[in-house]
């Protein structure tokens, strides 16, 4: 193929190449005279059809298919981009455009080698691009099967980025793969033993949740289980969730959270014991701080503002994981402070997950579940503005709406009003995006633009930008 070249009188004109071919060269040359104005140059580049995995060691940047000046979008790519944190430390992922072939075509997520996370198909409107927050190593995977697409990006950030060098090497895996191989036939063996002494395991597991079944254990009670704190002798905490009967239980609740765990913002079912005698319990995470309605009632004047806007874009993710990401989608049901969980950092996770169920049915049922949890949300947002729940859920006049959601007079008085103007106009916008939700949803002046999580989300996001990053006025007389 003929060579490009772009010399110095076109540099004003950014230029994007298409090569066709298993590699491309690039060639740089200077001439005589080099001006000391001269500043070098750089480019992106993406190869086409991805036969293997790209390794992402930098802590921010963008990643996709189809950004302009990469290959275009045909059937058999076949992508893998490895994000590298270290163990524990978030990944964020924002896409900010979406746009293949629906049910054919697919961008995959998963939190490590097996576990998918979220799986993304079709065209996504600005409103409703996806945010996901994960932990440690993840993998994005992109697949096509048709040439109709136009591609995908997303910028990424990774709060502690895992150095090359410490990766692990190919050579240890490969070590890890012979030992598996030779414990192959341990574990054949093992299979005989394991299905004998299954029914006598589940029995010991409930024996040993038993154990910390005792009074001075218990943390909370509600209609359906009981819950008790539990120490490992490793010193790792953890709840146990028992239900007081065998009707309280839910196996779809707990086929639910099995699928949702790996979100951050979402409680993490650690395990489940079910017994002979018809017990049944459930060990999760141990959130230290434990619900935010406590927190918000008991001690509110050690949750700042901050706080509160980071718990409240915290579970409006966890909400857009169940209603966008998950397939089917999910329903919560009961989006309270009751079933909102602190941990010692004041991090939110969303729990109660009793009343959640698959929706997958017509338009109109999908729309009303939807609006069903952006309203308790949004209800959520006004308790965590004026630190009190509302005792009347039931808004119907602007008038009523008005009078919870004016600024200043609304606000929690234990924490008082920001001194700084750009908090104090983040607080505001704060309490517009929950009038403008609950005015949508109850058709209060004749909307029928039902707010989205997405919707809300994104109103959250401008207002921690403008919380945190906007210079307030007496700020500025300092300079």
């Known amino acids: 193929m003929p060579c490009r070249v772009v010399n110095s009188q076109t540099t004003n004109s950014l230029k994007n190449f298409q090569l066709m071919g298993p590699k491309a060269y690039i060639q740089f040359m200077s001439g005589d005279y080099v ?20 390794d992402v060691d930098n ?23 490895v994000l ?71 910028e990424y950030y990774i709060s502690s980025p895992a150095e090359p060098g410490k990766r692990p090497l190919v050579f240890v895996i490969v070590l890890i793969l012979a030992a598996l191989a030779l414990s192959l036939s341990v574990a054949i063996i093992a299979l005989f033993l394991h299905t004998r002494k299954q029914k006598h395991a589940n029995e010991g597991l409930l024996l040993n949740a038993n154990r910390f079944i005792r009074k001075e254990n218990w943390i909370g009670e509600g209609p359906s289980a009981v819950v008790y704190k539990a120490v490992l002798m490793d010193g790792c905490l953890l709840a146990i969730k028992v239900f007081k009967n065998l009707a309280c239980y839910s196996e779809l609740e707990e086929e639910i959270l099995l699928k949702t765990s ?33 927190n918000l009632r008991e001690k ?13 874009m915290q579970i409006s993710s966890a909400i857009q994981m169940l209603h966008m990401h998950m397939n089917p989608r999910v329903s919560h049901g009961n989006i309270t402070s009751d079933n909102i969980l602190l941990d010692e950092f004041c991090n939110a996770k969303l729990g109660g997950f009793s ?21 308790s949300f949004v209800l959520l947002m006004l308790e965590l503005l004026r630190g009190e729940p509302l005792e009347n859920r039931n808004l119907r006049s602007r ?15 234990r924490l008082g009003i920001p001194p700084e103007n750009s908090k104090m106009s983040a607080l505001a916008k704060f309490g517009e995006i929950a009038r403008w939700c609950i005015n949508s949803s109850s058709n209060v002046e004749g909307d029928e633009n039902n707010p989205k999580i997405g919707d ?24």
């Open 35 to 54: 001006s000391f104005n001269s500043r070098g140059w750089e480019l992106s580049y993406m190869a086409g059809l991805c036969t293997g995995k790209e």
């Open 59 to 81: 802590s921010s940047g963008i990643i996709g298919y189809g950004l302009v000046g990469t290959s275009s979008y045909v059937q058999g790519i076949k992508c893998r981009w």
């Open 84 to 154: 590298h944190g270290k163990p524990g430390t978030r990944v964020s992922l924002n896409f900010t455009h979406i746009n293949i072939t629906r049910d054919l075509d697919f961008v995959a997520i998963y939190n490590d080698s097996t576990h998918q996370s979220a799986n993304f198909s079709g065209f996504y409107p600005v409103a409703d691009l996806p945010h996901i927050n994960l932990i440690g190593e993840v993998i994005i995977a992109f697949t096509t099967q048709t040439e109709g697409g136009e591609g995908w990006s997303a």
């Open 262 to 294: 790996s979100h951050p913002y979402i409680i993490s079912l650690m395990g489940h014991s079910r017994h002979r005698f018809q017990s049944r319990c459930m060990v999760f995470e141990f959130m230290s701080r434990g619900c935010l309605s406590y």
């Open 300 to 312: 509110g004047e050690t949750i700042d503002w901050e706080k509160r806007l980071m718990i409240a």
């Open 355 to 375: 009343s959640a169920n698959y929706f997958d049915g017509s338009d109109d049922e999908e729309l009303m579940v939807m609006t069903e949890d952006a309203r």
């Open 399 to 413: 008038e009523e709406i008005d009078e919870l959601v004016d600024c200043q007079d609304c606000l929690d008085g």
């Open 456 to 479: 809300i989300l994104s109103g959250l996001q401008q207002v921690k930008k403008l919380f945190c990053t906007v210079v307030s006025s007496s700020e500025a007389e300092k300079f």
